[in-house]
């Protein structure tokens, strides 16, 4: 593999790795507060959805932004409502509106647009364009760090530098204020923090807000900034992946980015290796080489995280007593 062909790489791991970052981070937020979080994976495909149609029928990539929030916030809402409220089962809740979104979005899809549940082509006044660093093109033609600059730091989309000043914000955050303090408290020993006068129910909904706005961007990143428009299921497991990388970084925001870059790396590195003979295999079929993220995530769950110990209340109701 050449330098270029290493840049390129790269290049696609950080706008493939962009939307895992904002959902890891999003569940980090939920399961730090107790409440686990399996229907990200129904919060990206939603809001991708929401933002999708709000800006193809307004033409603006912005209200389609706020658009794919607001859904992931109603959805983060339902989850919070039967979790905390309700006390139901969190899983069962999650996987419930994992179901719902993939169901919603083709149905709504169809029904509204009548392209087999998808929406129509985006124009690209309708998608968050790339931003261009400055001196980025002038320094192109540089010998390694011009190229690296023009290619890899610069030309991404305003949410992908988001999702990266995201991380140090929530290690900020979680560590070095009350409010992460808390919120850290309520998922390890909610009674504790009941009894000082400090109200659970708050926080974690506090925590799943956080959740929604976070997953909702990056729902809206994989429509409106990495594609132009939205296909049914193209979160593709990605709200699973983004979980695995929450445990294998033991609910730890720098180990969650390093994770997620991880997995974004084998995702670039996949779609390169599609129709390449290796050396002493031969070539791949293209579904092994598909395959491949999601079995590095076994293997790394399987072997090779440690233990890892969640949050003691996480999945837990809590019981107020009286």
């Not at 890899?152 to 995201?166: K, T």
């Not at 497991?237 to 969650?256: D, E, Q, S, V």
Request: net charge positive; with cysteine.
């Amino acid at each position: 593999m050449t330098y270029v062909d290493l840049i390129l790489v790269l290049d696609s791991t950080v706008r493939l790795a962009t939307p895992l970052i904002f959902a890891c981070l999003a569940g980090l937020y939920s399961e730090r507060a107790g409440i686990v979080d399996i229907g990200l994976e129904g919060k990206l495909l939603g809001a991708a959805f929401g933002a999708a149609v709000v800006a193809a029928i307004t033409g603006s990539a912005w209200a389609g932004l706020f658009a794919g929030v607001g859904v992931s916030l109603c959805m983060s809402a339902i989850h919070g409502f039967a979790s905390i409220n309700l006390r139901g089962n969190q899983i069962i809740s999650g996987v419930a509106l994992n179901f719902l979104a993939a169901g919603l979005a083709t149905f709504l899809g169809q029904s509204w647009f009548g392209r087999g549940g998808n929406t129509p082509q985006l124009p690209s006044g309708a998608r968050i364009p790339t931003i261009t660093l400055p001196f980025a093109n002038e320094v192109q033609d540089v010998p390694y760090i011009g190229y690296f600059y023009y290619e890899l730091i610069s030309g991404h989309s305003i949410l992908s530098y988001i999702a990266f000043l995201i991380v140090p914000i929530t290690a900020f955050v979680l560590f070095r204020t009350r409010f992460g303090l808390r919120l850290r408290a309520v998922g390890e020993n909610p009674k504790a923090l009941d009894t000082a006068g400090i109200s659970v129910t708050l926080l974690r909904y506090q925590a799943l807000a956080i959740t929604g706005i976070l997953v909702g961007i990056g729902g809206a990143y994989l429509s409106i900034a990495q594609s132009a428009g939205f296909t049914n299921n193209m979160s593709a497991g990605r709200g699973y992946i983004a979980l695995a990388a929450l445990i294998f970084a033991k609910w730890r925001p720098w180990p969650a980015l390093a994770t997620c870059l991880l997995f974004g790396f084998l995702d670039a590195l996949q779609f390169r290796l599609q129709g390449v003979a290796l050396p002493g295999i031969g070539q791949v079929p293209t579904q092994a080489i598909q395959a491949l993220p999601y079995v590095l995530t076994i293997i790394l769950l399987a072997g090779f995280i440690g233990r890892a110990v969640a949050p003691k209340a996480a999945g837990t109701p809590y019981v107020k007593e009286r």
